[in-house]
């Protein structure tokens, strides 16, 4: 199957600071990628979707101001979190969908755990 | 509103036991169904989905889910649970012309020795 990386897979920084995760489709072109956040024993929720050269689309409740989103490329997706909090601690992970076929699904990452400090 | 819910948050199973996990959906239009496993801190990977062809769904690992439309349901089953099968399992929804994803709340599967 096609194959999502996301990058880093664990990282940890200080209140206040901006951390950037990467999400890039290894072996095909993802013309949508998706955002979402796992809490601690939750589901996923969705943060928001970004087509490729186009601005992201984001769901209710998440601050587009906080969770920059850009998809400059067909193969990279990242999301930047401003100014990071402690409460902005969690897991994320990143889907991608191309055409790779008519029954293709999104392929997911393998997520990125952020621990704000 | 189009949910989907995973009765039981935690299911223990001994090695060899038969593995039954719940999903049901609430949605006026049958959906796109798909169960996923994921392992500590890492993503999700696909078991199985349903895509309105044949109501019951192989997926890997042994696994399989039958689509019960009057049931609203799509419950995840597999014969005899191996140590290798413990991780969390989500149950997740998407309808057509979209490729968001409506995720249960997860169960996590405990496999006894």
């Known amino acids: 199957g096609a194959v999502v990386s996301q990058h880093p897979s664990r990282v940890i920084c200080k209140s206040g600071t901006s951390v950037k995760i990467e999400c890039r489709s290894l072996?095909?072109?993802?013309?949508?990628m998706f955002w979402y956040r796992q809490f601690p024993k939750q589901s996923l929720m969705l943060m928001a979707t970004s087509n490729e050269g186009s601005k992201a689309t984001y769901e209710q409740g998440v601050e587009k101001d906080k969770f920059l989103i850009n998809h400059a490329s067909l193969t990279l997706s990242t999301l930047t979190v401003t100014s990071a909090h402690p409460e902005d601690s969690s897991f994320y992970i990143c889907s991608a969908r191309g055409y790779i076929d008519k029954n293709t699904e999104a392929f997911f990452g393998q997520g990125t755990r952020l621990t704000v400090v | 509103a189009q949910s989907v819910t995973q009765l039981g948050s935690h299911v223990s199973v001994s090695e060899g036991a038969l593995v039954l996990l719940r999903c049901n959906y609430s949605s006026s239009v049958p959906p796109y169904l798909f169960w996923y496993v994921q392992y500590p801190n890492q993503g999700l990977q696909l078991l199985l989905k349903?895509?309105?062809?044949?109501?019951l769904v192989k997926g890997i690992n042994g696994f399989e889910a039958e689509f019960k439309k009057s049931e609203t349901s799509f419950h995840l089953t597999k014969p005899s649970a191996h140590m290798s099968d413990a991780a969390e399992y989500f149950c997740?929804?998407?309808?057509?012309?979209?490729?968001?994803?409506?995720f249960g709340t997860g169960t996590r599967l405990k496999v006894l020795a």
């Open positions: 072996d095909f072109q993802a013309t949508t």
């Open positions: 997740a929804v998407r309808f057509s012309g979209t490729y968001k994803y409506i």
């Open positions: 349903y895509t309105s062809a044949a109501t």
